[in-house]
Each structure stands twice: as C-alpha cells, then as structure tokens.
C-alpha cells in the first residue's frame, strides 16, 4: 500500500453541504481537484451533519492520498444565513432537524483539527463560477442555483455583494403574494414554488389525483426522493404532472430573477444546481424567455449555465 504523499500547505479542503447531500474536494489551492467524496446528508440535527461533514472530508482526503494535516484549511458552503465571523450557521431551512443556530465552524475545527471557514454555499458556488467557471468575462452576473432550495448571488463591479450577510436569497424573494408557505416562515417565496423539496410534496398532492411515474421512477432508481435524475426522466417520458410543476417552477423562478435583474442590471444570469444543471440548456431557454418578461429594460442579460457542475460549491468553499 502506497503511503499518503506530504501535502503542500497551498492545498485545501472544501465542503458543500447541501439538503440531500455532502460534497467535499481536496484542490491545490486553485480549481485543480486532487480527490473527491460525497455522502448523503444525515438527519438528526446540526451535531450528526457536522461529523459527517468530517467523514466526508477525511474520504476526499484519503482519494487524493493527502494527509490532514497537509491542509491549509477547510471551506464550508453552508446554506441559509451565515455569520461568518463566529463560525455559525443562523437558519437552515432545508436540513431536517436543524432548527437553532449552531456554532459549525468551531465544532468542525475541533473534530478536524485544522482552521476551518464558513460562507454561504449559493455565494462560494457563484465565487467558483466567477474565478473559473461560467461568471468569467462578465462584472457582473446573477447566480442562482436551482437545486432542494433556491439560492443567489450576486457579483457586482467584479466584485460579491454580500450586503449584511445574506444578500442574494432570491429563493426567498415573493413570486405570489399570499401564496404557499415556504419552510423560512414567508408565503408565496420563489423557493415554495421551485425549490426540489416543495415540488415533491407538490407532486405527492397531485398523484392522488392524477397518473404520474415520478414516484415508480424514484423506486426505481433506488432513490427515496424525488432527484434532479428522476425529474429529468419523467420530463423525458412526457410525463404531464412533471410537465407542470416543472414549468410552474420556471415560471415563479423566472419572476425571481426578473425582479433582480431590473434592479441591478447585471450582464448575465448563471443558472446552477442540481435541477438546473440537469435539466440543461432546453430548459434555460425556458427560463430566459420567461425571466425577460419581467425585465424592464431592452437589454436583456447573457443565460448560461454553470459550468463547474457537481464539484463547483465545494471548489468555491475551498476558496475561503
């Protein structure tokens, strides 16, 4: 067996912890990935996704054959709001079991024993995609990543507006007045509507009524959930309740980033996560048509889709 070869201070780890699931990487420092690990999200609270954001860690570590205390550091794109200085992850809507603030940035420092750094997993996506992926050429761009949730970001001037903290949540920004409730607490928010959570419970609703193969889909794949891989299989098989949602989907996100653009008049949109990369460039046309509808102005911004895909959040928290 080939002993574990001395790491460069320069290298670093790099943690995107999502609603279903943990991606970590090992880079040189910049966007070259030396090893790769991905789990599930656990349930059960802050405590057990901290330990397994660890064990994650350590299986990219043991991929790339790098040793933990060869690294740097550890970044971590943690979702909802974030206080960075502290460490602490403040609201989690899309983690099950987590309801209170938690201290995850000193809790992992502890169990990994290197420095470790917390940021918003949707701004450290956009950040990768602005030094190395989609965003470049651009000064400014919109990042929104479709995925469980529905997260943004923002560059302006080349530069993130993070505003106090949490600048960017067009997931939550009001597509419906007075509609469904999403799980921040606010009615008719663009992530009820779009967010992969709420469309399977969406989609539960209307197979009571309606014939669908989204769930045999699911139960085929092995999967307990409905995946960004089992929707693109039911929108492939003409699937009409899939046809649906996803399009209502489109069509709250499309209000959301609307909204945004005519405020800010970014140059370009860059659409990611799991859905919005899956679904792929037939449905960001989708999205542009139906976006500049409700931009005021003539000219309209560039669509593209992220280009780091899978490893890009963790790639962007290794940048802390």
Known sequence: MSRPRAAAPRMKGGLDLGGTKIQAVVTDGEANVLGTARRETPHGGPEKVMLELAETMRAALDDAGVELMGLAGVGVGAPGSIDAD??????????????????????????????????????????????????????????????????GGIVVDGKHLVGRGSAGEIGHVCSKPGGRRCNCGLEGCVEAYAGRAHLEERAQEAAKERKTILFELMEKRGRDRLTSGVWLKALQAGDKVAEELIQRAVQALAVGIGSAVTLLDVEAVVIGGGLGERLGPDWLARIETEANQHIFFDDKPAYRLAELGDLGGAIGASLL
């Open 86 to 151: 502290s460490g602490t992850v403040l609201q989690v809507p899309n983690i099950d079991g987590w309801h209170a603030p938690y201290p995850l940035g000193p809790a992992l420092q502890e169990e990994l024993g290197r420095p470790v750094v917390i940021g918003n997993d949707v701004n450290v996506a956009v950040e990768a995609e602005r030094r190395f992926g989609a965003g470049r050429g651009f000064d400014s761009f919109l990042g929104v990543f479709w995925g469980t949730g529905v997260g």
